[in-house]
Every structure is written in structure tokens, then in C-alpha cells.
């Protein structure tokens, strides 16, 4: 079956449940190209990865207590072609009520994903889009808790990611882009992620990325970035102090000269400098924290002397709410010419942000976009 190329039509292939039709999308799949399935498919999808084994306990409210027999689904293996591969509910509008940017899943038929099982409780979890085209999963109270990689849901909504496991009763999906999804049908690893573009510091490859935002445009490179990132704009002009010359591992304390002013200077080649904020995989505190400082043991590492070892970090405390701490460092944090405490200041689009003698752009993805892209590209997108 070829599936038209007109982007509305693709409703006609939607089942009752909000279902897609596997065979029709995995034929388009084998005689298109990547650029082709994107363009037609254009939004994320929920792909079935399998059925968990356990056991079904009581009937408690609107749905029947699930117990899992994986003691830590955290850890479980994900597949490349998995069993329920054939449920693919795209993120589309079953129904053309409620909110167009929100996308309900629960057993009643009202929702726009229907899963017809014991498990699932009537209305069991939703998921938003936002303006800039992110997503972020959003819990209900069910009568078996929600799961996102493993772990239950606790805040009111947290974002999305390419390959992230959902668990809703004992199905567990797969958050995956259209580019993600055209690679599990050609059967081949997803292709890109930002992780694959940072070196050991936690800076990403200035050159590749101009290079993807040229070819893709913004909504590619958008959903390649997903987090903000400090970029660097300038450098403060003045004396390094070292406070104890005994020691080499000390941070020298920055004495900036105030005959040049107060002001950076602007060099070229430290706008090469970009490190994107990405949550680090492994992290399980209540909210993802990116660490900084000049000690290889954090996230962004920058091996400079007016450096501390652990400087400051930057929390994501909610969705879109990025939050700067000091650590106490020997030469402080700024946002915007303000000192920052260790209780900390949010930070927002085009801050400007000094870490030692050096100053970085605070930038979400699409106005890094705007910065790496000739101004001729732009317009033609």
C-alpha cells in the first residue's frame, strides 16, 4: 500500500484507537528515503516494545493492580525490532476535541491513544506538545503508576526523549522520532544523538553542527540538540593570581583590569565553543543536574585556571525552568553581570553567563539555530 504524500491524509490511516497502520507506514518505510518518511510522518510516535511479565493481583478503582516479576525494568534490555513493534500511535489528534496540543492515553474511548486493557486505568497518562515542538509526558492518578525509563513519574510533567521507555500498566512503549522510527524499520541504530557529537569535556563538534542546521533546518536541529547550551561569547581581560604556588591543582584567582573596561572581548573562535546542557544519563537525584567545573569528575569540564574544580551547576528543575547554582568557587558565577549564590538564579534565553574570566550565551536550540545559520538559509526554510 502506498500512503499518500499529502500530510492531512495521513488520518485516514489511523485506526478507532488512534492506531497507525503498521504495514502501510513500514511500505512507505522501505520504498522512501529518511528525508521522505520525515517530511510525510512529521511527528513522534509511541512504538508497543512488549508486554512485561507479572501478576495480575486485584481489581483496586478502574483498573487491576499490576506486580511486575522485573525487579529493576530500569535495566531491561530494549530490542531493535521489538514484539509490539505493530503499535505505533503517532501523535496525532484522534478525536477533534480538547486541547490540539494535548494527546490523551487510558482505556476509555474517549482518549486519543486507546489501550484496551485491564492494566490501564480509564484515563492514565497524557502528553503535551509544546510551542517549540518538544514533548513532555504528563502522569494521572492510576491505579498502576506511570514509568518513564524505569522510574515512576513524580513530577506534574517531564520532557521527552528519542528511545525513552513509557510503562503504562504492563505495556511498555517506546518514545521514538520519525527519524528514530524509519531507523527501526531499516533495522540499523538510531543514527544521531547530541551524545555522539561531544568530546570528553562535554563540548560539541562547532562544525557538524553548522553543518546538520544548514542541511535539516530548525526543527531537525532542534529535536538533535532537545537541551539548552552555553555557548562561548567572550573573554575577560586581566591578572591570574595564583593563591598557593605550592599547590597545582589551585584555581587562580582572576584580578580583571579595568583600564580595558569592564566588558569581554569578543573573539571569534570562542563561538566555537558550545556545550549543550544534556542531562546525564545516569544521574537519579529528584531532578537532573548538570555539574561544572574544571575536575574531570563533572559534566561540562573546562580546564582553565580561573576554573574552580566544582564551580557551579545548572538543575533543571522543571520543564523549561533551568536553574544556575555556585558552588562557592574561588572567582564566582554571573548571570548577567549579577552574582550568583548557592541558592541560585534561573536563567533564560540570550543570558549571559561568567564562569572565571570567561563569558557564555545561555541558548535554547532554536536560537543557537539562528546564531550557526547564514541569514539566506533561514529565509528559504
Known amino acids: 500500500m502506498i500512503m499518500p504524500q499529502d500530510p492531512p491524509a495521513i488520518q485516514q490511516f489511523l485506526k478507532n484507537s488512534g492506531r497507525l497502520d503498521f504495514k502501510a507506514l513500514e511500505s512507505f518505510a522501505e520504498n522512501h528515503d529518511e528525508e521522505a518518511f520525515v517530511r510525510f510522518l512529521k511527528t513522534p510516535v509511541l ?8 501478576e495480575l493481583s486485584h481489581r483496586r478503582g478502574d483498573a487491576t493492580v499490576f ?19 505493530h503499535l505505533v500511535y503517532p501523535l496525532i489528534k484522534r478525536l ?18 486507546v489501550l484496551p486493557d485491564y492494566t490501564i486505568s480509564n484515563i492514565q497518562a497524557g502528553i503535551r506538545r509544546t510551542g517549540a515542538n518538544r514533548y513532555l509526558l504528563r502522569s494521572a492518578p492510576a491505579t498502576n503508576p506511570t514509568f518513564l525509563n524505569g522510574r515512576t513519574v513524580e513530577k506534574s510533567e517531564v520532557f ?3 528511545e525513552d521507555r513509557i510503562t503504562l500498566g504492563r505495556y511498555e512503549f517506546l518514545f521514538l522520532s520519525p527519524s528514530a522510527l524509519y531507523c527501526r524499520f531499516k533495522g540499523v541504530e538510531l543514527k544521531l544523538r547530541i551524545q555522539q557529537f561531544l568530546d570528553s569535556l562535554g563540548k560539541a563538534d562547532h562544525d557538524f553542527l553548522q553543518d546538520y542546521a544548514i542541511r535539516h533546518g530548525q526543527e531537525m536541529f532542534e529535536q538533535l540538540m532537545m537541551s539548552p547550551s552555553l555557548v562561548g561569547s567572550g573573554l575577560f581581560r586581566g591578572y591570574s593570581l595564583d593563591r598557593d604556588t605550592r599547590d597545582g591543582n589551585t584555581t587562580l584567582a582572576f584580578l580583571p583590569d ?32 548538570i555539574r561544572i567545573g574544571r575536575s574531570e569528575t563533572n559534566d561540562v569540564i ?9 564551580h557551579a551547576t545548572i538543575g533543571l528543575l522543571g520543564p523549561g525552568h533551568y536553574h544556575m547554582s555556585d558552588l562557592g568557587s574561588t572567582n564566582g558565577s ?15 534565553d540570550g543570558d549571559r553567563v561568567k564562569l572565571g574570566r570567561f563569558e557564555f550565551t545561555f541558548l535554547y536550540p532554536g536560537s543557537l539555530y539562528m546564531r550557526m545559520t547564514p541569514e539566506n538559509v533561514r529565509r528559504r526554510r
Not at 72 to 85: A, C, E, G, W
Request: glycine residues 6%; proline residues 9%.
Open 47 to 54: 512504538m508497543g516494545n512488549e508486554v512485561l511479565e507479572g
Open 67 to 85: 506486580i511486575s516479576d522485573h525487579a529493576n525494568i530500569s535495566r531491561r534490555q530494549v530490542l531493535m525490532r521489538p514484539p509490539l513493534m
Open 96 to 113: 477533534p476535541t480538547g486541547n490540539p496540543d494535548f494527546f490523551s492515553i487510558g482505556r476509555n474511548e474517549e482518549n486519543d491513544f
Open 160 to 162: 521527552l526523549h528519542d
Open 258 to 289: 579595568i583600564t580595558f573596561g569592564m566588558e569581554p572581548k569578543h573573539f571569534k573562535m570562542l563561538e566555537r565553543a558550545i556545550y549543550p546542557l544534556v542531562e546525564p544519563e545516569t544521574a537519579w537525584e529528584d531532578y537532573p543536574i
Open 302 to 310: 573546562m580546564q582553565e585556571g580561573s576554573i574552580s574544580n566544582n
Open 334 to 348: 554571573f548571570v548577567n553581570d549579577r552574582p550568583v549564590s548557592s541558592r541560585g538564579q534561573d536563567l533564560h
